[in-house]
């Protein structure tokens, strides 16, 4: 990137769609691929010459500091700021204005992965002159996300956050360019959301939002079925990361982890360290966390397994997230989104969804 600037990267968020991941660790430092989601950014941050980088943290932000330090391992100038209260997606932006040394800042939601080429972003922010650049891209439902319509000039002509009727099927993809002073004038006494009241206020004063629309790799992590589909997509090197902590592959194995011969593991699975898979179990497409055991003719698919848990014989999960240390007992059948909490144990047999299965 031939001219600096700064980077916000927001990761104060409480991740309660990842529940009850997320009740042990913040959404950004699950481990998505073997590493903790957020080195990912991070990584992909550095490679487009960002060396500054701050965090606005607050929910368990003392997390984030105490793994990634000041940076220095992943080339980077790390600076943290702690909201004691969570100030929202804007607030956030606006508490990190103290520490800007650029004129233009580069602001990252913490649970994004894509392809999305941030050069060419700050480029079209410089060309077009703008207030605010948006990366946006197209999804088959835009019912969860920002719907942002343009103009032909590209011009953003409405920002409207989580409508039930979007009008287009083009969204805000979670990475934006702001200049100095638009950072700079959010209040910071009171949460503020950068989706409902900032991008409006912006449109209504007649300020210039652009869009930089793109059609590359785009993933929002906050749901465990993207979770896993997006963990998945790095291993097998669909989503590029220069982070990933093996060779891309059809599985990724930590260290320690043990696969025993007639096992299966397929689709971009993660099978963390010191986990074991047992003799004829299938795990396709899922994500073990470090510990986790699955025994002898389980099948695990486009699951989280949380650390230390432990998956029955002859069990079947199909979409679900299993808590830290719970053990679920054998011939069970969990499946579309179930959700176990940690340490809980569900006896053998104790639940099918149907008769026969
Ligand atoms: N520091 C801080 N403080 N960060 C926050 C706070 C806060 O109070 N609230 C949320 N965040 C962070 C989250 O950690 C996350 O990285 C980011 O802000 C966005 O929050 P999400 O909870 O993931 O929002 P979303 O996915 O529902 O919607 C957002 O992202 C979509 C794209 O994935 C919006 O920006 C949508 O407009 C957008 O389409
Ligand atoms: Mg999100």
């Not at 980077?7 to 042990?24: C, E, N």
């Not at 449109?203 to 790799?217: E, H, K, P, Q, R």
């Amino acid at each position: 990137m031939s001219e600096q600037v700064d980077a916000i990267v927001l990761v104060g968020g409480r991740g309660t769609r990842l529940r009850p991941l997320t009740l042990s660790a913040p959404k950004p430092m699950l481990p998505t691929a073997g590493v903790p989601f957020l080195t990912h950014l991070l990584s992909r941050i550095r490679a487009a010459g960002i060396s500054h980088v701050i965090l606005g943290t607050s929910y368990q932000a003392e997390v984030f500091s105490a793994h990634f330090g000041d940076g220095a391992s992943l080339g980077l100038e790390l600076e943290y700021v702690v909201e004691s209260e969570p100030l929202g997606t804007g607030g956030a932006i606006g508490n990190v204005a103290h520490l800007l040394r650029e004129d233009t800042a580069m602001i990252f939601n913490g649970d994004i992965l894509t392809c999305c080429d941030l050069g060419s972003l700050l480029r079209a922010h410089r060309d077009t002159s703008a207030d605010v650049t948006l990366h946006l891209t197209k999804v088959s439902d835009p019912r969860a996300f920002g719907c942002v319509p343009t103009d032909p000039d590209g011009r953003v002509t409405a920002f409207l956050e989580k409508d039930p009727n979007p009008v287009t099927d083009q969204i805000n993809a979670g990475t934006y360019v702001f200049s100095r002073e638009v950072v700079e004038a959010i209040p910071t006494d009171r949460p503020v959301s950068v989706e409902r009241e900032t991008f409006p206020g912006l449109l209504a004063d007649g300020a210039v939002v652009t869009g930089y629309i793109d059609s590359t790799y785009w993933r929002d992590l906050g749901k465990p079925s993207d979770f896993v589909a997006g963990s998945a997509d790095l291993v097998r090197g669909i989503a590029p990361t220069d982070a990933l902590p093996g060779p891309i592959g059809d599985f990724l194995a930590l260290e320690g982890a043990t696969i025993a011969e007639g096992a299966t593991v397929t689709g971009g699975a993660t099978i963390g360290r010191d986990c074991v898979v047992e003799s004829g179990a299938v795990v396709d497409g899922a994500v073990l966390f470090d510990g986790a055991r699955v025994r002898s003719g389980a099948v695990v698919r486009a699951s989280i397994v949380g650390r230390d848990a432990v998956i029955g014989s002859g069990t079947t999960l199909c979409d679900v997230v299993i808590g830290d240390r719970s053990v679920i007992g054998t011939g069970i059948e969990l499946l579309h989104g179930a959700r176990v909490w940690p340490d809980v144990t569900l006896a053998d047999g104790s639940i099918r969804f149907s008769a026969d299965a």
